[in-house]
């Protein structure tokens, strides 16, 4: 079960890679747009704690030895492609919009679509159900614990940072 669970981290580490092409490539059309960025100071930040995350589940499994346990592993596969179908609702709703950083065009209108119609922010809700479920498919819940607190404490930080973008451009 270790092989496949590196295999399910490589596959969600390909996916991140995908999805930073897909955001420089909107945040250069944001930017002939007029875009401004704002929490350049946090995002440093973000990138290392998610970049450690996909370095962690996989070497806490290995290192320690963690153990594949069906009736925790199921479930939190199950939660982690919730997460992942939640991610891509959000990306595909914002389209040429989304990014990793906070980027707003003035005057855009809010997207209220999609997951947008019932909260704020999925991409974050999505994000926080990956960093539990993802580690505990194979028992790795110091990763589990450690980058959920890590997340918590970075989201408090650019959630704000995003409210006041959208506030002062979009309304």
């Not at 995350?53 to 594949?68: G, K, Q, S, T, W």
């Not at 539990?132 to 704000?160: K, Q």
């Amino acid at each position: 079960m270790v092989r496949l669970y590196l295999a399910f981290i490589a596959v969600i580490a390909v996916e991140r890679v995908v999805e930073l092409v897909v955001s420089r490539s909107n945040a250069a059309w944001a930017g002939k747009h007029g875009a401004i960025e704002y929490g350049q100071d946090h995002f440093a930040w973000m990138k290392a704690a998610h970049a450690s995350f996909l370095v962690a589940c996989p070497l806490e499994v290995v290192v320690f030895d963690r153990p594949f346990v069906p009736l925790l592993g199921y479930p939190m596969l199950a939660l982690a492609v919730l997460a992942q179908v939640i991610r891509y609702w959000a990306v595909v709703s914002l389209g040429r919009r989304w990014n990793v950083r906070v980027l707003v065009i003035p005057g855009m209108p809010l997207v209220k679509s999609g997951p947008y119609r019932f909260m704020r922010h999925p991409n974050y809700l999505a994000v926080i159900l990956e960093g539990l479920a993802v580690p505990l498919v194979h028992s790795a819940w110091i990763t589990a614990v450690g980058f959920s607190a890590l997340n918590a404490w970075l989201l408090s930080i650019r959630i704000p940072i995003e409210e006041r973008a959208l506030l002062e451009h979009a309304g």
